[in-house]
């Protein structure tokens, strides 16, 4: 049954159609041909690259300056931290932040932020102790209209906070200092 599916997806695609439906008229595709929960995706991370906070009062955009996989999520501007979105949907966004205080402890935020605002209630926050490596990990479930644009923000409560890289040794990759997954999870609201 999958190779039958299979197969009519390719031939509906290869002559333009832009949806495929089951014979009991569920539609497996979008107005874009992209079938539901598989597409668009995103996967960027910060490279090799450490952030230091320089204000306890104002947020900063996380400048994701790796691209892994991409399609129908692009960076938007200039400087690496907006995304656009290009299909409306509903979308699952998820990362971590590697993050280290030189001294005493603090606490670190991330929230996301859709138009230039923050949305209510997204804040997640986790405390870090001096020497001891913390990751802050970030989930959001949110409806895009098609041509939002959307931020990462974060911010500490103490100068001293980084979200910091490992270099690679040996056989051990480097490890990045922020990472993001987008995923579209629905078509519809």
């Given at each position: 049954?999958?190779?039958?599916?299979?197969l009519?997806?390719?031939?509906?695609?290869?002559?333009?159609?832009?949806?495929?439906?089951t014979s009991?008229?569920?539609?497996?595709?979008?107005?874009?041909?992209?079938?539901d929960?598989?597409?668009?995706?995103?996967d960027?991370?910060?490279?090799?690259?450490?952030?230091?906070?320089?204000?306890?009062?104002?947020?900063?955009?996380?400048?994701?300056?790796?691209?892994?996989?991409?399609l129908?999520?692009?960076?938007?501007?200039?400087?690496?931290?907006?995304?656009?979105?290009?299909?409306?949907?509903?979308?699952?966004?998820?990362?971590?932040a590697?993050?280290?205080?030189?001294?005493?402890?603090?606490?670190?935020?991330?929230?996301?932020?859709?138009?230039?605002?923050?949305?209510?209630?997204?804040?997640?926050?986790?405390?870090?102790t001096?020497?001891?490596?913390?990751?802050?990990?970030?989930?959001?479930?949110?409806?895009?209209?098609a041509?939002?644009?959307?931020?990462?923000?974060?911010?500490?409560?103490?100068?001293?906070?980084?979200?910091?890289?490992?270099?690679?040794?040996?056989?051990?990759?480097?490890?990045?200092?922020?990472?993001?997954?987008?995923?579209?999870i629905?078509?519809?609201?």
């Amino acid at each position: 049954m999958k190779k039958i599916l299979l197969l009519l997806f390719l031939l509906i695609s290869t002559f333009g159609y832009s949806q495929l439906t089951t014979s009991k008229g569920y539609v497996l595709t979008d107005e874009n041909g992209f079938i539901d929960g598989l597409n668009p995706y995103a996967d960027y991370n910060t490279g090799a690259v450490s952030t230091t906070f320089g204000s306890v009062t104002e947020g900063k955009a996380v400048v994701f300056g790796v691209q892994e996989a991409v399609l129908g999520i692009p960076r938007s501007g200039t400087g690496d931290t907006t995304f656009s979105v290009t299909h409306a949907g509903v979308y699952m966004i998820t990362g971590r932040a590697e993050c280290d205080i030189s001294s005493g402890s603090g606490i670190v935020n991330a929230w996301l932020e859709v138009g230039g605002s923050a949305i209510a209630n997204s804040n997640h926050c986790i405390t870090v102790t001096n020497a001891i490596n913390s990751e802050l990990y970030f989930s959001f479930i949110y409806t895009f209209a098609a041509g939002n644009t959307f931020r990462i923000k974060v911010l500490s409560d103490d100068t001293n906070m980084t979200l910091m890289t490992a270099v690679a040794s040996g056989v051990k990759p480097a490890t990045v200092a922020v990472e993001m997954h987008i995923r579209r999870i629905s078509t519809t609201p």
